[in-house]
């Protein structure tokens, strides 16, 4: 059957009364985004719909496009057909024909244009009534069918589907604010950076790197994660901050159990001073409660108390294998593991404090100043911008390095 819509059914945003047109304008302008490989596409909204017009485009390959984005519940390859019973006879027959090997079928009509003249439960027996006549050995199984057609009659026309796909769902990105991605090129934090997406949250990234300790691959990981994660959402903007200095200075002047704290204080400092430049209200992590030492709950108060900032640490209450398996869904696993070191390897304690205090980090950050080399890091740091575009040229750019 040659569908030539693709349905999208919202999820959450469906309930969000006088903000809803907000909502449904930001989720189109996101479609629009994502699918500007398919030049031929149209999208149009009807209440509680919007549809994805094919135009001759490869059904499927939109269809992935569209799974990606969030604020989605649901998805169909759709027919549209004029609101005539001979129409969505005729539909229903090949919509049917279509599902290879089955053998039994259900009729879910949904009548929102109450003008229509035969309502849901009379279109259910008439069309279900049309594929028995036509067809040979098929049954009705209103509780476990072969194959399920929804037939959706609206004000414009009728819509025929004979299969869902789950979305991404969530909020459309850009709906619920911005945060500023702390992004390692480790498993976790590109994991807390899909999560917040999915909240509707547009994200920055900004990422620590320590040359000559860290290479300039260890960097384009991180730029290879941020282009998956714009696979979700718009283009991800990667804030690249010069930390070798900073490291070197806690690692002479900090004691080692106290290193890895203090430097965690750093990077929020830093992070928050970028976030207010870019009007960004708070900041994400990859944060796990427990998983390491710099990740106690007396590791993150001890951290948390040099911003006011709010820090947003969705994976606090997963386990390692949870956030492993969401890294796997959404292709940043194999990129995570390659081989390179990231800043937060480089010095690290051999014992380092799993209960530190306030009272004796800022004892110790008493002792040196560091004021001016995180304004000289600030002043230093540049800006990589990609997207789910841009990202497939860059990968065959730096192809000879991985």
Same mark, same amino acid.
């Given at each position: ?19 809803r ?67 969505m ?82 909020? +459309? ?16 934090? +590109? ?20 040359? +000559? ?8 990981k ?16 990667v ?34 001073k ?6 960004i ?59 390179y ?44 911008e ?17």
């Amino acid at each position: 059957m040659n569908f030539d819509h693709i349905m999208i059914r919202y999820g959450e945003m469906a309930l969000k009364g006088k903000k809803r047109k907000i909502f449904e304008q930001k989720l189109r302008n996101n479609l629009l985004k994502k699918l500007q490989e398919f030049p031929s596409v149209r999208i149009h909204k009807t209440r509680g719909r919007m549809y994805v017009l094919l135009n001759g485009e490869n059904p499927q390959e939109v269809m992935d496009r569209c799974q990606d984005i969030f604020g989605i519940h649901s998805l169909s390859f759709a027919v549209k057909v004029e609101k005539e019973e001979e129409e969505m006879k005729k539909a229903v027959l090949l919509a049917f024909q279509d599902a290879d090997h089955a053998k039994t079928f259900k009729i879910s009509a949904k009548r929102s244009d109450k003008d229509f003249p035969i309502d849901s439960k009379e279109l259910n027996p008439l069309l279900g009534g049309y594929i028995l006549r036509n067809t040979e050995g098929v049954t009705v199984d209103v509780h476990q069918p072969d194959v399920e057609i929804k037939v959706e009659v609206r004000q414009e026309a009728a819509y025929i589907t004979a299969q869902d796909y789950p979305g991404a769902g969530g909020f +459309p990105v850009g709906t619920t604010g911005q945060s500023l991605l702390m992004l390692s090129g480790g498993i976790d934090s +590109p994991v807390a950076g899909y999560l917040t997406m999915k909240r509707g949250v547009e994200l920055e990234a900004v990422h620590f790197h320590s040359p +000559p300790y860290t290479s300039e691959r260890a960097k384009q990981k991180v730029i290879d994660l941020a282009q998956k994660l714009s696979n979700y959402g718009n283009s991800v903007k990667v804030h690249v901050v010069p930390f070798t200095a900073i490291q070197q200075k806690i690692h002479q002047e900090m004691p080692e159990g106290y290193s890895m704290t203090i430097m965690r204080r750093m990077m929020l400092r830093i992070s928050e001073k970028l976030a207010a430049r870019q009007g960004i209200l708070s900041m994400t992590t990859g944060e796990s409660l427990g998983q390491v030492a710099s990740q106690t709950m007396e590791s993150m108060n001890t951290i948390n108390e040099v911003t006011n900032y709010p820090v947003l640490r969705p994976l606090v209450s997963m386990d390692k294998v949870e956030i492993i398996n969401i890294a796997r869904k959404i292709d940043t696993y194999d990129i995570s593991i390659r081989p390179y070191e990231d800043c937060c390897t480089v010095f690290v304690p051999k014992s380092p404090k799993t209960m530190p205090t306030r009272k004796n980090a800022n004892y110790y950050e008493s002792n040196s100043d560091f004021s001016a080399d995180i304004e000289k890091a600030l002043d230093e740091t540049y800006i990589v911008e990609v997207d789910h575009l841009a990202g497939k040229d860059q990968k065959n750019d730096f192809s000879d390095l991985l």
